[in-house]
């Protein structure tokens, strides 16, 4: 089943900070992150294995509850290159093994 | 080049010819993944391959479509009787196993006309 995101969008100002959350309906093993340029591929950011583990990548950082079933997505001090479109991608006990990813929340970094 | 491989980039066909997208994945990579984005909107999963296998195609539509991912050669994606809605951008991803971080290649460009 989908993960959920939101916002759908956010637009910030270059220094703000922004959270994008993914939760899901089912027990997580884990919580891949993935970020997409205008016209580019998406590129892996990073991946959380544990309930409660935060990871960071530059001025990204995320957390995973595996309680909640949530994760967050935190960019600080936002940049003009961190615009794009972030997805969450959820990976869950049985059924097919596979990540499935959530529809994207469209970031916008405006001067 | 070690990264996730798709050709053409762009392709351009006329409605009912072939469309046939390649994917060479990452080295050491057996695990396939194929999905399709339309404009401005999220990844949608098509089908997820292991060598010589087809572990689940639950997101490929039922008909003209069909995917493989040989014992030798690329994996291959392929619409047969191509309309105007299947133009999309098609990416393909590679990992080394289920839990592992997705390498997605640079797409294809399928256009219709």
């Known amino acids: 089943q989908q993960p959920v995101q939101s916002p759908q969008a956010v637009i910030l100002r270059e220094g703000e900070d922004a959270v994008i959350n993914c939760s899901s309906s089912?027990?997580?093993?884990?919580v891949h992150w993935y970020r997409q340029k205008h016209g580019e591929a998406p590129v892996f950011l990073m991946i959380?294995?544990?309930?409660?583990e935060q990871k960071g990548h530059e001025k990204i950082s995320a957390s995973f509850n595996e309680k909640k079933q949530q994760s967050s997505l935190y960019l600080t001090a936002s940049q003009l290159s961190y615009s794009g479109t972030y997805f969450c991608g959820t990976y869950s006990p049985g059924g097919y093994q596979k990540v499935t990813f959530g529809i994207g929340t469209k970031l916008q970094v405006i001067p | 080049n070690a990264g996730v491989m798709q050709n053409p980039r762009h392709l351009v066909r006329r409605r009912g010819q072939e469309a046939r997208l390649r994917c060479s994945p990452m080295?050491?990579?057996?695990?396939v993944y194929w999905y399709r984005q339309l404009p401005e909107e999220g990844l949608k999963f098509m089908v997820y391959l292991q060598k010589e296998n087809i572990i689940d195609e639950s997101g490929m539509p039922k008909e003209r479509f069909s995917a493989e991912f040989p014992k030798e050669g690329p994996s291959i994606l392929r619409i047969q009787q191509v309309v105007r809605g299947d133009s999309a951008a098609y990416f393909c991803a590679s990992d080394a196993g289920s839990n592992q971080p997705q390498h997605f290649g640079d797409g294809t460009r399928l256009s219709i006309l």
């Open positions: 080295k050491g990579h057996s695990h």
């Open positions: 089912k027990a997580l093993y884990s």
């Open positions: 959380l294995l544990k309930g409660g």
